[in-house]
């Protein structure tokens, strides 16, 4: 096959997919807010939400971060947010892992105050993203009310957009999400004694 024969052939298969493309663009004629769950055993949870968090930003967007379990120990998209973007609403539950705190009372009363910030960014109008990072194991562990959760996210204003991140969660949390992604764990740096990195996994 000479350059020529192969030039066109790709020219014919971009233009099958533009088509494809177009097709799928035309058909989305629903504009409102999106829920997405992002899941899964392989790391990037938290930071592909925070990704959501800097491209909102970059359309001037209101944006609201709750960050379950986290919080002890200081992360990088903490710093970032509390030096340089003060009108992000951003609020941690503070306790660290509960497989560290061991103390099942304390976390649900943390899990039940964290909650509290949770709903009300989920209520106000204002905001156009909420993230709710870790908020599967509060269910998984049963801290918060499965049925308080998943109504306060269908209840939310219409052109807000929320993003629960978090291993599980369980088919109800599906159900009620738009956009389901499930981060694959292949290969892990801890695995091999490798610590955990400043800026990559912190």
Known sequence: MDNNDKE??????????????????????????????????????TSSAFGMVLRALGYNQNVGVIQFIKGVQLSGEEHYLRDHCPDVE??????????DTQDRSGDIAAAERTWEQAANMLANPQLDLVILDELTYMLAFKYLSEDTVLKAIEARPEHQSVVVTGRGGGSALRSVMDTVSEIKDVEHAYRAGIQARKGVDY
Request: aromatic letters at 8%; a positive charge.
């Open 90 to 99: 951003f609020y941690q539950m503070g306790t660290g892992f509960t497989w």
């Open 8 to 45: 066109a052939r790709h020219n014919r298969a971009m233009e099958k997919q533009k088509a494809a493309v177009d097709a799928g663009v035309a058909a989305a004629t629903t504009d409102r807010g999106v829920a997405v769950l992002l899941t899964g055993d392989g790391k990037g949870k």
